[in-house]
């Protein structure tokens, strides 16, 4: 238990199931004493965030139907924060979709509908949750969103979603730039390969994460908590200088050259 982020209302959106990574923050953010929110896609999901929450003592926080290609559920969203928190700390936002079948083979193929929807949900959602979110930071505050190194090289089937991360992480410069006077933060963490609902997505996961490990300076698999460490750290007080940043947490992966 630690209190680097007591007082801090924090909404946290996509949380799929246990082994999301945003559940994981979540779970980091409730033992640093934040009080949260979450937003959740679909009927299905509320019910296995409603289970993971009872387990992990965490009954009070908000839960909050809303699907980030719909302005007015985001809006709505923000508007229940309001009510409900007044004023809201930070913001983890933790989604990205495409269509599976853009998740294999050549780039070269992507079709346009499946180009315009990686980048609507992965991409844009971000710019469309800070300009809802940044109302209630008045007295500033901290965005977080995750992204992969598919966006800055070429990840074998990680396509259509290698330029939605590209396009996430250009965002995150120019939003940081668009709301650093009114100390609102905005920063990435590009975690190493997690096995996870969206991560099954892509074909031959499972030899991407052999390589990985075989390849990585750490010698092994990234934890969903190292990453959720660094969310924390982000939105505390703790990183208060850093804005618009990509944190690889990755176990130096990035660094190779080989
Ligand atoms: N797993 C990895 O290896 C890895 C590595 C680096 C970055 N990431 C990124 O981490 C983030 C979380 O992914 P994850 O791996 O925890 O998988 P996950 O499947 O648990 O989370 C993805 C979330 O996106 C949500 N989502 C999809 N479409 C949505 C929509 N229209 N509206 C609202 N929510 C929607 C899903 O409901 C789900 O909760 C993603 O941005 C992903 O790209 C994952």
Not at 28 to 52: C, D, N, P, V, W
Not at 62 to 75: A, Q, R, S, Y
Not at 156 to 178: H, I, R
């Amino acid at each position: 238990m630690n209190t680097l982020l007591k007082d801090k209302n924090i909404l946290i959106m996509g949380v799929a199931n246990k082994w999301s990574i945003a559940w994981a923050i979540a779970k980091s953010f409730h033992q640093a004493r934040a009080k949260l929110a979450f937003t959740y896609l679909g009927e299905k999901t509320k019910k296995s965030i409603e289970k993971l929450m009872a387990e992990e003592d965490m009954n009070s926080a908000l839960l909050i139907p809303c699907d980030v290609t719909k302005d007015e559920e985001i809006e709505n969203s923000f508007n229940i924060l309001k009510d409900e928190f007044g004023k809201l700390d930070g913001v983890v936002h933790s989604i990205a979709h495409a269509k599976k079948e853009e998740l294999e083979g050549l780039y070269l193929n992507t079709s346009r509908e499946g180009y315009a929807m990686a980048q609507d949900i992965s991409a844009y959602s971000l710019v469309a949750v800070t300009k809802y979110a940044k109302p209630l930071m008045n007295e500033g505050g901290s965005i977080v969103t995750l992204t992969y190194l598919g966006g800055e090289r070429v990840i074998k089937n990680y396509n259509v979603m290698g330029v939605a991360k590209a396009a996430l992480e250009a965002s995150v410069k120019y939003l940081a730039t668009d709301l650093g006077k009114e100390n609102i933060r905005v920063n990435a963490i590009s975690a190493g390969p997690i096995k996870t609902l969206a991560a099954k997505g892509i074909k031959n996961f499972g030899s991407l994460l052999k390589q990985f490990e075989e390849k990585v300076p750490m010698g092994r698999l990234v934890e969903t908590e190292e990453v959720a460490n660094t969310a924390v750290f982000l939105c505390s007080g703790l990183s208060s200088g850093i804005t618009g940043e990509v944190i690889h947490v990755d176990g130096g992966y990035n660094i190779l050259g080989y």
